[in-house]
């Protein structure tokens, strides 16, 4: 996972998956970047940022991530007056990053510096804010054992094991196998923590939160890290005064969620019968395809009964067929893919977009070009308002990927609404910048009139750049 990839989970709060699957297909040639060629962009960004927001009078503008990656990557790449404008458009409404504008860091007594400061803060979203924003720029400068160290000061359980979370997986990549798991149990003392910060939990106990954060270390390989959640949870389960709270029906589902087949199995055994039952079992008929032969486990996957589910395993399993060398084994395995997204009214351009990933990650291209031609038919069909736009988002970036960059943007243009838009020039200048293609993308992100939308391209082009550049630890 690139720097760049968990940063930006870091600043949603949001749980850690991949965004932007596989490396690129097409390449004009290698991307190579100097700081210079970054900031310059970087303005671009910026400039466009802050034009939307002069636009809107201030009204729904760019997310609360965008200016703080915005400001993180002045930070790193600009100069203090590169930061003038953005300053004065945002500090009343975003204020965090505006104040580590001005408190830049380099070294970890800068950091320690500033952390001093912030803990002066009495308002805890305040402080936590400023917080999650000085680890967001550790993480990028390589610092992950003082991430981690500040990480634990966050005054929300919520907020600190998302953090605790996103750098445990880092240390892990890095093969720091001690310090990864010192944050790992971090990080589940927080989600236990979560059970006394009464509002953050209304809506999922603190259970579910913690079979979230076995979900997330799943999706990130860290699959020892996800066990050792569950096992957590399945402590508290056996202990009589948490019982009410944490439940074999609980540890069920967040089995499931990691993949951990032997605990789900156990789990639904002593659960009992309860109202989401059936959907669990169908999840534990999902697993029991993936960890078994693929010619077995594509007969199980034939029996999910949701269309959408059973696209998705078939997906997995085509995949570890092409992985063996049985790519006509993954043709066919994908054509009941596709055969199970064409049972779907709603998301069904959504799964043939996936198939065509699929397709494309196992070598199929020329199945790939048929399916994404196949699903530009159905989404002009398509009487789902947002699942067209969607759906046009998702094409125009598996095109961007096979270097059909022009193409891309021609299906770019069907979208009516400018976020959407954005959202997809977005991802066709990253992956055309990707493919060393990024003097093409700046010329094009340039003539863009619209400011959202110009704002969009080049936030593409930085984000690709920066993971070019983010190869080691930032000077």
């Not at 004065?88 to 380099?106: C, G, H, I, K, V």
């Not at 005064?241 to 439940?247: K, V």
Request: aromatic residues 6%.
């Amino acid at each position: 996972m690139s720097r760049f990839a968990a940063l930006t989970v870091f600043l949603l709060g949001a749980s850690l998956a991949p965004t932007r699957p596989y490396a690129a297909q097409t390449s004009c040639g290698t991307l190579s970047v100097s700081r210079e060629q970054m900031r310059a962009v970087v303005l671009q960004a910026r400039d466009a940022l802050v034009e939307f927001e002069r636009q809107e009078h201030g009204g729904n503008t760019g997310t609360e991530t965008e200016i703080h990656q915005l400001v993180l990557w002045l930070l790193l790449y600009g100069e203090q007056r590169d930061l003038i404008p953005v300053r004065q458009a945002f500090l009343r409404d975003y204020p965090a990053p505006m104040r580590d504008a001005l408190e830049p860091a380099s070294t970890l007594q800068d950091f320690a510096s500033r952390a001093r400061r912030i803990e002066n803060e009495t308002n805890d979203y305040l402080h936590d804010d400023d917080l999650n924003f000085m680890i967001s720029e550790e993480i990028a400068r390589g610092m992950l054992d003082d991430a981690s160290r500040w990480a634990a000061e966050i005054r929300s359980p919520v907020q600190r094991m998302r953090s605790l979370n996103t750098i445990a997986i880092l240390q892990h990549e890095n093969h720091q196998d001690a310090a990864s798991m010192a944050t790992v149990d971090a990080a589940i003392q927080a989600g236990f923590d979560t059970r006394d910060s009464g509002p953050e939990v209304i809506i999922r106990s603190a259970q579910g939160i913690l079979s979230g954060l076995a979900a997330s270390f799943h999706s990130a390989g860290f699959d020892e890290a996800a066990r050792r959640v569950l096992e957590r949870e399945r402590c508290e389960v056996e202990s009589v005064s948490q019982a009410r709270e944490f439940t074999w029906e609980g540890l069920a589902s967040g089995a499931v969620q990691a993949a951990d087949l032997p605990l789900d199995e156990e789990a639904l055994a002593k659960a009992g019968d309860f109202m989401n039952r059936a959907s669990l079992e169908e999840g534990v008929k999902q697993l029991r395809a993936l960890q078994t032969n693929p010619q077995e486990g594509v007969r199980i996957a034939l029996t999910v009964a949701d269309p959408s589910a059973r696209a998705k395993t078939l997906c997995a399993l085509a995949e570890r067929q092409a992985s063996a060398g049985d790519r006509q084994g993954a043709a066919a395995t994908l054509q009941q893919a596709l055969a199970a997204a064409n049972e779907m009214d709603q998301f069904r351009v959504d799964t043939m977009v996936d198939v065509a990933w699929t397709q494309i990650h196992t070598g199929d291209l020329e199945g790939a070009e048929k399916t994404l031609k196949w699903a530009l038919e159905a989404n002009e069909d398509g009487q789902w308002i947002g699942d067209k736009d969607r759906g046009w988002i998702g094409i125009a970036e598996a095109l961007a990927f096979l270097g059909q960059f022009e193409r891309a943007r021609r299906v770019a243009g069907e979208i009516d609404d400018h976020s959407d838009k954005a959202e997809a020039l977005n991802a066709i200048a990253y992956r055309q910048t990707s493919a060393g293609c990024a003097r093409d993308a700046i010329a094009w992100a340039s003539r863009l009139e619209q400011p959202e939308e110009r704002k969009g391209a080049f936030f593409g082009i930085a984000t690709a750049m920066f993971e070019s550049l983010g190869s080691g630890p930032i000077k």
